[in-house]
Nanobody
Framework: QVQLVESGGGLVQAGGSLRLSCAAS????????MGWFRQAPGKEREFVAG????????SYAESIKGRFTISRDNAKNTIYLQMDSLKPEDTAVYYC??????????????????WGQGTQVTVSS
């Protein structure tokens, strides 16, 4: 049984930082791409960042490039999203996802096979 469990969300003021974590268990292929998506109220779920199975290749949405950093620790089966210089428009539920069929990060929601339950990030102005 695959489980992706996010943690680290919360309320922060604009300009602040948060670090999200996603602990994975039960994945058949641990050396595959993973990613972060987010969904704001009334909006579609959107790609935020992705990372290759070996952690070398990363991909970011333009809206967060230079402010967020994705990383992974395969020994701990965990990925992270360091979010700096947060803005009110970053407010959303953040989801971790695993793309078992891909070694390299992909921006397409349909490429991800498993999803976490989400963690709320709220940025106040």
């Amino acid at each position: 049984q695959v489980q992706l469990v996010e943690s680290g969300g919360g309320l922060v003021q604009a300009g602040g930082s948060l670090r999200l974590s996603c602990a994975a268990s039960g994945l058949t292929n641990s050396n595959r791409a993973m990613g972060w998506f987010r969904q704001a109220p009334g909006k579609e779920r959107e790609f935020v960042a992705g990372i290759s199975g070996n952690g070398v290749i990363t991909s970011y949405a333009e809206s967060i490039k230079g402010r967020f950093t994705i990383s992974r620790d395969n020994a701990k089966n965990t990925i992270y999203l360091q979010m700096d210089s947060l803005k009110p428009e970053d407010t959303a539920v953040y989801y971790c996802a695993a793309a078992q069929r891909y070694r390299y990060p992909t921006i397409n929601r349909s490429d991800y096979d498993y999803w976490g339950q989400g963690t709320q990030v709220t940025v106040s102005s």
